[in-house]
């Protein structure tokens, strides 16, 4: 299953769509639901808008990572720079993808995905 963090609808249909997740997904409008629900469901793979309105989406990150270091997590941002992508990956993203939401997003999101149920697989 696939954490989606975001608080844009329009946005969020642009994902869906792109992605088009077999294995479902549960959507987070704000870190604090997204913190709660990392702690309760096992993700396979977490994404986190930067953009969110009323929270700095590298902190979200930083308290999803915190809680969960396990757990891959994709920032996604319509500002693409080096800046970005540092403070994203020094917050606990893996990836960086930069809006709008395109099918190479699908792409990343199922490697990461696959690679996090193969490390479920060896602990077990």
Excluded at 25 to 44: E, K, P, W
Excluded at 55 to 66: D, H, L, P, Q, S
Excluded at 76 to 95: H, I, T
């Amino acid at each position: 299953m696939t954490l989606i963090v975001v608080d844009d609808p329009v946005f969020l249909e642009d994902v869906e769509a792109i992605l088009n997740l077999d294995a479902g997904m549960l959507i987070a409008t704000n870190g604090t639901q997204a913190l709660l629900f990392v702690t309760f469901i096992d993700f396979s793979v977490a994404m986190v808008d930067l953009d969110l309105s009323d929270e700095v989406g590298f902190e979200v990150i930083r308290n999803i990572w915190a809680a969960c270091p396990a757990l891959p997590i994709i920032a996604m941002s319509a500002v693409y720079s080096r800046d970005v992508l540092e403070s994203a990956k020094m917050a606990g993203a893996k990836e960086v993808l930069e809006k709008p939401a395109t099918a190479k997003w699908k792409q990343v999101v199922e490697r990461l995905r696959q690679k996090s149920q193969a490390r479920r697989v060896a602990r077990n």
